[in-house]
DNA sequence: AATTTTTTGTGCGATTATCGCACGTTGCAG
DNA sequence: CTGCAACGTGCGATAATCGCACAAAAAATT
């Protein structure tokens, strides 16, 4: 298991939590939604998702336009909070930047989430962007990316090893490792701190090298980059990339 | 007022909206809050607080660590949500940084929320983002910032003359405008498509233009650059900026 | 160090907000 | 124009929620 919720069972409101649910179903896939499509995919009553669905509006977490609701900017506050109390704008971001413009090559930022990668900074994002579309937020499956891997040989051996063991598998390219055995070789017994290289594994061609680290206060982040697979045949590339993102990691290893 | 609810009364989930407050109340200034204090910040029971507190817990959208919690970064999936599903990514993000490099110049994108202009995407940001420590979903002053007046302009009249009286309106400079009815000289006629400009309101020694836009979608947007008041004297800086807002924001529109 | 005072965590019954059925309506296709 | 299907929404029964009261812990005071 990923999280341990410790198991509080019925103290928790089911209503806020079904409102949660409404709000998650409006994903990358479904930008607008009326009240029947919002009640099926979370299964609820379609009285009770109009409900919740209306609750949204009136907070202005959603708009309505006609019959179909779509989430409004506002929902990115919530995202902000986050953001800005761990000062990813003040100081995150320009030491992102800084190695990035540096190396001469983009730099990613990725905390867990249960069984994904969740992308949370970038830097000098021209290159990967655009060709995958990562934001803010993006979600990246934590055996099949270097971020993901690297995520994993910073936390406690139980936990790697379930996660590995538990975690969605699929198979992105030809090139993917789908095997958990495998996988367990590759990263169940790094230590933590060991760079993660995948080379088209996750999309073909490209070749990222990713580094885990354990911040001061104990968050798990993951620094990467990524950059075509021909880019690591030049002499020194590839331990030049591997150094910066030591350096990067011990520079934000006090910020989070 | 900013946007119509339509006065949906008690067709709305009470508890719902609380556990929304909750979630809200972890703002830029309180990364940990203990049980208590989200009470008394949310005006709400120990008891309830602590429901709904256990149930973002249970569902991920907060970490408990010991008596405090804090936001975890499942949030940033909400967000991702809005940004994929209008494709910042894959679409938006790649017009704004090819204009960003192309005026070797920093670009931003906001949308009106309320009272705010909220900071939706960024581009070419080394100079802007250290300074201020803007993030995606930063809250911008509507009245103080040359974003927030750009969007105005391409508001409807009557809710542009509703903002211009009742959003907030701080001295952030000496230099502020304060007045509510010079602001509706400078922007509460201009017709839309009318670039805006402000020097040193929101921070000294900074001047940034703004254009608003309507996307065929129907969204409101506005795109800006911000740069040192200086850069402004060299002849045809100014016309420069203007003519890559102008461009951009084409180009925009039909992506949102 | 011991005691007082304040603050916090949580069980339990009354109450109230919620659920989901039912009906009336709207949009769509034949 | 008619029939059908999907949708929006009032209302009573019910189950989830509220908030009090108590216990425990922490903090402050003597």
Do not use: N
Request: aromatic content about 6%.
């Amino acid at each position: 298991m990923p999280e341990t919720p410790e198991i509080q069972l019925s103290d928790t409101s089911l209503t806020f939590a079904k409102g949660l649910a409404v709000l998650k179903c409006f994903d990358a896939t479904s930008v607008t939604l009326t009240i029947p499509e919002i009640a099926r995919r979370c299964d609820l009553d379609r009285a009770v998702a109009r409900r919740l669905v209306l609750t949204l509006v009136r907070l202005g977490y959603v708009r309505q336009r006609g019959r179909s609701y779509s989430l409004s900017p506002r929902i990115l506050v919530l995202a902000g909070g986050f953001l800005q109390g761990r000062r990813f704008g003040l100081a995150v971001q320009p030491v992102l930047e800084g190695f990035a413009t540096q190396l001469g090559q983009p730099l990613m930022l990725a905390m867990r989430d249960g069984f994904d990668a969740i992308y949370v900074a970038h830097a000098g994002s021209e290159g990967v962007m655009p060709r995958l579309g990562f934001t803010v937020g993006s979600r990246l499956p934590l055996l099949s990316t270097s971020l993901g891997r690297a995520l994993l040989t910073v936390e406690e051996p139980a936990t790697r090893a379930a996660l590995i063991a538990e975690a969605p598998l699929t198979a992105w390219t030809e090139r993917s490792v789908t095997d958990r055995g495998r996988l367990a070789q590759l990263i169940g017994a790094v230590p933590a701190g060991t760079p993660v290289r995948a080379s088209g594994e996750f999309e073909p061609g490209v070749t990222a090298t990713s580094l885990g680290f354990r911040c001061d206060g104990g968050e798990l982040a993951a620094i990467g980059h990524s950059s075509e697979s021909a880019l690591y045949t030049e002499p020194g590339f590839p331990e030049q990339v591997e150094a910066t993102l030591q350096k990067c990691a011990a520079a934000l290893r006090g910020l989070l």
